[in-house]
C-alpha cells in the first residue's frame, strides 16, 4: 500500500482554512457570535470572501485530485469519475458567481437565485464525496480528498448563511457618493 506523504505546509493551510469555519469562529477572543456580528455588518464581503474560498478550494481539489493520480493513490477509473464530478463542481460555482455578478440589485428575487445556484453547488459536491471520494480504493487518497471536501462545504454553508441573514436589501459599500463615504 502506497505511503501517503502530504505536503505540511499544505496540511497546515489547509487546518487553518477550515477550521475556523468547523468551529464558526473568525477570530479567538468572540466564537460564533462574533462571526455572526461580522456577516451582518458586512455581508457583502463575507459573500465575496465565501465565494473566494469557494474558488479556491475547487482549484485545490483539482490539483489534489491529479497529484493522487501521479502518486497513483487514485486509479485511471477513480480519476476519470472524480475528473467529471469536478466539471460539475466547477460549472455550478461558476453558474453560481455569475448570477452573482449579473446581480444588479439586492431583491428577494435576487437572493432566490443566488441560494438556487448556491444549493446547486452544494449537490455537486455531495456528489463529488458520495460517487467520487468515498468510492476512491486507496484509503490513504481517500482521506486526503475527503479534507478538500470539508473546505468546499465550509464556503457554501458561509454563502448560504449570508444570504439567508443578511438584511435585505444588503448594506453596500458604493450606496453613497464617494464624497458622503469619506465623512
Excluded: W
Amino acid at each position: 500500500m502506497n505511503q501517503i506523504r502530504f505536503p505540511v505546509a499544505v496540511m497546515l493551510a489547509l487546518i487553518l482554512g477550515v477550521m475556523p469555519f468547523v468551529l464558526g469562529n473568525t477570530d479567538c477572543g468572540g466564537g460564533k457570535q462574533s462571526a455572526a456580528r461580522e456577516q451582518q455588518a458586512d455581508p457583502l464581503r463575507t459573500l465575496a470572501k465565501a465565494s473566494d474560498d469557494l474558488a479556491g478550494g475547487i482549484k485545490l481539489t483539482i490539483s489534489t485530485k491529479r497529484q493522487l493520480a501521479q502518486e497513483k493513490f487514485i486509479t485511471p477509473e477513480e480519476e476519470a469519475e472524480l475528473t467529471n464530478l469536478l466539471l460539475e463542481v466547477n460549472r455550478t460555482g461558476a453558474e453560481y458567481n455569475k448570477v452573482l455578478v449579473s446581480a444588479n440589485a439586492d431583491t428577494p428575487e435576487t437572493r432566490n437565485k443566488l441560494l438556487d445556484a448556491a444549493n446547486n453547488v452544494a449537490v455537486s459536491i455531495d456528489r463529488l464525496h458520495s460517487q467520487g471520494i468515498l468510492h476512491i480504493k486507496n484509503e490513504g487518497g481517500r482521506q486526503r480528498a475527503s479534507l478538500l471536501i470539508a473546505s468546499l462545504r465550509a464556503a457554501i454553508a458561509t454563502i448560504r448563511l449570508t444570504l439567508q441573514t443578511a438584511p435585505t436589501p444588503m448594506p453596500s459599500p458604493i450606496s453613497q457618493p464617494l464624497s458622503e463615504q469619506s465623512k
